[in-house]
């Protein structure tokens, strides 16, 4: 089992910035590639970001490239999604997400939510106009 943490979200103005965290825990954190999806209100939980194990390769949604950057740190066990030029419909839950790959590479064949063993419970991110 890995139990994963999100935080960070917040309430925040069109233009600025969050940076969301998740914590791992329960399993070698290096062993998974990791994913944010979000969910509107309303709407269906979709694809944002993914990064692989050792973090070399990453893949994200047209709609944040350029805006949005995941990393992780495997000393803290810890995935961050950068977010920037914020705008009022990037308004959702996100979550994160372990997906138990060995491979090195992460792509468009890694976006679909039934990839992902484990997710998170979410954090609230707002962004008013």
């Known amino acids: 089992q890995v139990q994963l943490v999100e935080s960070g979200g917040g309430l925040v103005q069109a233009g600025g910035s969050l940076r969301l965290s998740c914590v791992a825990s329960g399993r070698t954190f290096s062993n998974y590639a990791m994913g944010w999806f979000r969910q509107a209100p309303g709407k269906e939980r979709k694809f944002v970001a993914t990064i692989s194990w050792s973090g070399a390769s990453t893949h994200y949604v047209d709609s944040v490239k350029g805006r949005f950057t995941i990393s992780r740190d495997n000393a803290k066990n810890t995935v961050y999604l950068q977010m920037n030029s914020l705008k009022p419909e990037d308004t959702a839950v996100y979550y994160c997400?372990?997906?138990?790959?060995?491979?090195?590479?992460?792509?468009?064949?890694?976006?679909?939510?039934?990839?992902?063993?484990?997710w998170g419970r979410g954090t609230q991110v707002t962004v008013s106009s």
């Open positions: 997400a372990a997906d138990r790959s060995l491979s090195d590479y992460r792509g468009s064949g890694d976006t679909r939510e039934t990839q992902y063993d484990y």
